[in-house]
């Protein structure tokens, strides 16, 4: 009797934290958020009658170079290794898979070099489909004192710099159909690329996608939270001290059971009066029908494909 009382009071204590409920703001309402596709991976079948032309224009063309070639294989990279290539007929028969892989960063490539890859690649495949896209947003904001958090139960990593503030967050595991990055791009390039940029503060979340969450592109991180947890609200003191702790101590989330972990992201969710996620959701939503218009483009069936799709009625 008296432990179910003090389950009772565990939970009164994470719901009446405090005398208000915080309502949400913007932080990002007057900013600038860029959303796009930084990398794309785009798999199919080399129409065979166009075989021959695709292979001499890889062997010829000077903005491609020859890694290697066969009979009926070969791979390249192209447009100063811009692009990454590879088609092996044999393989992919031997595999059961897809011939042809055509890898490249659409935010590293003008509109020519676009087309470019549109007709020497692109257009000459068939089956098309996306075995991997990379959604990212720019913000010119820090997050590095954001908390970061998903619904579902994922890995998360956390990397910190020499002032022992975060500069990468690490969502899920590599191999995982959905990986999401939240990094300090700004340092990022200037570490890497020797790069730099105007703005005080560059962050980028990003969100690796592969196999069947490349369909679910525009909705990938519904369960995604950035906030900035208000945790001295909390009146109860013992709620306090633990919100504080799952914060700044995210391996103790692991000591959690299922249920407390629920209550606690819950309650890091409702004493949150941002949360920048929901302003990736409204641009992402603004923006879909260009980002949807443009991946139409790549996987798009070609002129020299027109027939083979062709719905006859028989």
């Not at 890859?117 to 010119?140: E, G, T």
């Not at 101590?249 to 941002?274: F, H, P, V």
Request: charged residues 35%; glycine residues 2%; hydrophobic residues 35%.
């Amino acid at each position: 009797m008296e432990d179910a009382k003090k389950s009772e009071k565990a939970k009164n204590d994470l719901t009446e934290y405090s005398n208000s409920r915080l309502s949400v703001t913007s932080v990002t309402q007057n900013i600038k958020i860029d959303v796009s596709f930084d990398r794309i991976t785009v798999v199919g079948n080399l129409i065979q009658d166009r075989e021959k032309w695709v292979k001499h224009h890889v062997e010829t063309n000077l903005r491609i170079n020859v890694l290697n070639s066969g009979f009926d294989r070969f791979e390249c990279k192209a447009l100063e290794d811009k692009v990454y290539v590879k088609y092996n007929r044999k393989q992919a028969q031997a595999m059961n898979c897809s011939e042809m892989r055509v890898e490249f960063n659409p935010n590293n490539l003008s509109d020519e070099e676009k087309q470019f890859i549109q007709l020497v690649f692109l257009d000459n495949m068939r089956n098309k489909d996306f075995s991997r896209i990379d959604l990212a947003f720019d913000l010119p904001i820090s997050l590095e004192d954001y908390y970061a958090m998903t619904d579902k139960s994922v890995k998360k990593t956390v990397i910190y710099g020499r002032d022992d503030k975060s500069e990468t967050k690490y969502f899920g595991v590599r191999e995982s159909d959905r990986y999401i990055r939240i990094y300090n791009k700004k340092k990022q390039l200037r570490e890497v690329k020797e790069q730099e940029i105007s703005h005080d503060h560059f962050w980028r979340v990003e969100f690796e996608l592969k196999k069947s969450m490349t369909d679910k592109w525009d909705n990938c991180f519904n369960d995604l939270h950035i906030l900035k947890p208000a945790w001295k609200t909390i009146e109860n003191q013992q709620t306090r001290a633990m919100a504080y702790m799952l914060i700044n101590e995210n391996d103790e989330w692991a000591n959690l059971q299922r249920r407390t972990k629920y209550r606690y992201k819950k309650l890091l969710k409702e004493i949150s009066d941002i949360d920048i996620a929901e302003d990736l959701r409204k641009i992402l939503s603004e923006k879909k029908q260009r980002l949807s218009e443009e991946l139409n483009q790549y996987i798009a069936i070609s002129h020299h494909d027109k027939m083979y799709d062709f719905d006859f009625g028989l």
